[in-house]
């Protein structure tokens, strides 16, 4: 349920502020990635990875793409060997997507590349602020990943 708490709705301005570094981190390493893959197949790795074997319409779904578009996606991902395609057990006329070792690969390769980034603040650091942001980090990681089942449960 949304906040009407003045006192939190105030923070958000100042929540902007302070994640701007670890936001540029990651569109740092997100526009290495894009160069060598492109955003909107990655964001269908990160999707199938999240959400394990899929089939197309709900890798659409979760990407909010329509049932064309997440087809001719998926086939260039199958085609580079980033996922596998393959009819679904329970419907013939359905294709199942899977990510594969090398599909795994370049989400690995993404993480590196943060983690990477992230090593020289964090040695930067004292142990008291790096406990805070683990903390804080956690806490927002977690709201975020309930707020996005309980949509994804409501069909939102």
């Given at each position: 349920?949304?906040?009407?708490?003045?006192?939190?709705?105030?923070?958000?301005?100042?929540?902007?502020?302070?994640?701007?570094?670890?936001?540029a981190l990651n569109v740092s390493a997100l526009e290495q990635m894009e160069q060598r893959i492109g955003l909107a197949p990655l964001r269908a790795l990160q999707a199938l990875e999240r959400l394990g074997p899929s089939l197309v319409t709900g890798l659409g779904d979760d990407l909010g793409l329509l049932p064309s578009?997440?087809?001719?996606?998926s086939d260039r991902l199958a085609d580079a060997g980033y996922i596998t395609r393959r009819v679904a057990p329970t419907n013939r006329r359905a294709t199942l997507l899977e990510l594969t070792d090398a599909g795994r690969a370049v989400l690995d390769e993404l993480i590196g590349l943060r983690v990477e980034a992230f090593g020289p603040v964090i040695r930067h650091m004292t142990e008291a602020d790096i406990a805070a942001l683990m903390q804080g980090a956690g806490a927002f990681t977690a709201a975020y990943q309930e707020l996005t089942e309980r949509s994804q449960a409501d069909g939102r």
């Open positions: 349920m949304p906040s009407t708490n003045p006192a939190v709705e105030a923070k958000l301005s100042e929540l902007e502020r302070a994640t701007r570094g670890l936001l578009t997440a087809s001719r996606l």
